[in-house]
């Protein structure tokens, strides 16, 4: 079973609906969660942490369920521009040295 | 502040060769990790260096090895070059919790 699973892709929308993505890891002791965004042939970047009480960034909205191991990942009135690779990331518990590990991502494409 | 630089941006090598890749942290960052990051996947993490020790390895061969100097930059060494080692090698500094990724190196192995 790998570390960090995402929801396959790829998702096709249309401009302005409402979007989600879905993610799971196996280590309980993770410390830290995070989406990133990866536009093609870049680098990714951070997009948004996400914490246990949720959080939200204008039209981003993440969260974190720690029993389940869940993560989220809400994007209401997508834009164009909102398309790319979503990359589900959680830092490794303490005894992992704290890397990050990544989901094998989720694209996205809206269309107009 | 500068961001994190990688050199060179593209490279294309045979197979059986060996390649080194840069890694300029960002300013005060003392922490440098690389991750490999095949098509279609996500990154996946090689290993990380904390003040010039290595403090973190994934699952990589040991053909895969790296250094951190004094200034905090990096170099990932692969020997013996495999078809299967083409990809995207990034490059990310940090200091606690922020992370910075560098732009990668794109890697061709022929």
């Known amino acids: 079973r790998k570390e960090v699973e995402q929801d396959p892709g790829p998702f096709n929308v249309p401009e302005g609906a409402t979007v989600a993505f879905n993610c799971t890891y196996s280590?309980?002791?993770?410390?830290?969660f995070f989406w990133y965004r990866q536009d093609c042939r870049k680098e990714p970047k951070l997009l948004m942490s996400v914490y246990s009480s949720g959080n939200e960034d204008g039209r981003f909205t993440a969260q974190l369920n720690r029993a389940s191991q869940y993560i989220s990942l809400l994007i209401r009135d997508s834009k164009l521009s909102d398309s790319a690779t979503y990359l589900c990331v959680v830092k490794g518990a303490y005894n992992q040295g704290g890397k990050l590990i990544f989901g094998q991502g989720t694209e996205l494409s809206v269309k107009p | 502040e500068t961001g994190v630089t990688q050199s060179p941006t593209h490279l294309i090598k045979t197979r059986g060769q060996q390649v080194t890749l840069r890694c300029s942290s960002q300013?005060?960052?003392?922490?440098v990790s690389w991750y490999q990051q095949a098509l279609g996947q996500g990154p996946q993490f090689i290993f990380q260096y904390y003040r010039e020790e290595e403090n973190g390895r994934g699952n990589f061969p040991p053909r895969f090895s790296g250094l951190q100097f004094p200034n905090y930059s990096s170099e990932l060494n692969v020997n013996a070059l495999e078809l299967d080692d083409s990809a995207l090698y990034l490059c990310?500094?940090?200091?606690?919790?922020?992370?910075?990724f560098g732009s990668g190196t794109r890697l061709t192995v022929v």
């Open positions: 990310a500094s940090s200091r606690e919790y922020g992370y910075t």
């Open positions: 280590n309980s002791a993770s410390q830290s």
């Open positions: 300013s005060g960052h003392n922490t």
